[in-house]
C-alpha cells in the first residue's frame, strides 16, 4: 500500500463543541499523522468554491452557511492508504448510518453537521490540499 496523504477538515460545530482532540485521536489511533494543520474560517465565496461540486444540490445553502458560521481546523494526513482509512476512520456520511467507533458514530450532530470532511480520491486529496496548504508548510515524508 502507498504512503498517500489526504486533507481532513474539522468542521465547525466540532471545534465549537470542544472535540478536536477526540477526533485527531482517532486518525492517530488508526494510525495516520497529522502532517500540517491550521485554524480558518472560510469565507463564504471560500466554502463555494470548495464545494463546488455540491453547487445546486438541496443541502448546498444549508452547507455553507453551516461551514462558514465558525472556524474549522484544516489538516493534511499522511499514513498508508491514507485517503481510503481516513474515509473508513470517518464513517458514513450520515452519521445514522455511521459503524460503532467511526468519528460520524460518535462525533456528528446531523447529516449537515457530522464533525469532518475527507477527500474521496486522489485527485481531490491533491486539490483540496493545495486549496489550503503551501507545500513549504506540509511536513511530511513524500
Ligand atoms: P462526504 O462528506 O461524506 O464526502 P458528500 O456527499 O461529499 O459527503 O457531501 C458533502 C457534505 O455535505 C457532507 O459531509 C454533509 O455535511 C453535507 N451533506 C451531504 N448530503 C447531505 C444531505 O442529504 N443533507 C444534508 N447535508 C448533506
Ligand atoms: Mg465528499
Given at each position: 500500500m502507498p504512503q498517500e496523504q489526504t486533507l481532513s477538515l474539522i468542521k465547525p460545530s466540532s471545534v465549537t463543541a470542544n472535540q478536536i482532540g477526540g477526533i485527531i485521536n482517532k486518525f492517530e489511533e488508526g494510525g495516520l499523522k497529522v502532517v500540517a494543520a491550521k485554524m480558518v474560517r472560510l469565507t463564504e465565496n471560500q466554502?463555494?468554491?470548495?464545494?463546488?461540486?455540491?453547487?445546486?444540490?438541496p443541502?448546498?445553502?444549508?452547507l455553507i452557511s453551516f461551514m462558514t458560521k465558525g472556524p474549522i481546523l484544516a489538516q493534511v494526513l499522511e499514513g498508508e492508504n491514507a485517503i481510503q482509512k481516513n474515509r473508513e476512520i470517518m464513517g458514513a456520511t450520515n452519521p445514522a448510518e455511521a459503524a460503532p467507533g467511526t468519528i460520524r458514530a460518535e462525533?456528528?450532530?446531523?447529516m449537515t453537521e457530522n464533525a469532518v470532511h475527507g477527500s474521496d480520491a486522489p485527485e481531490t486529496a491533491e486539490k483540496e490540499i493545495a486549496f489550503f496548504f503551501d507545500k513549504k508548510d506540509i511536513y511530511g515524508t513524500i
Open positions: 466554502a463555494k468554491d470548495f464545494y463546488g461540486v455540491h453547487q445546486g444540490k443541502f448546498f445553502g444549508e462525533f456528528a450532530h446531523s
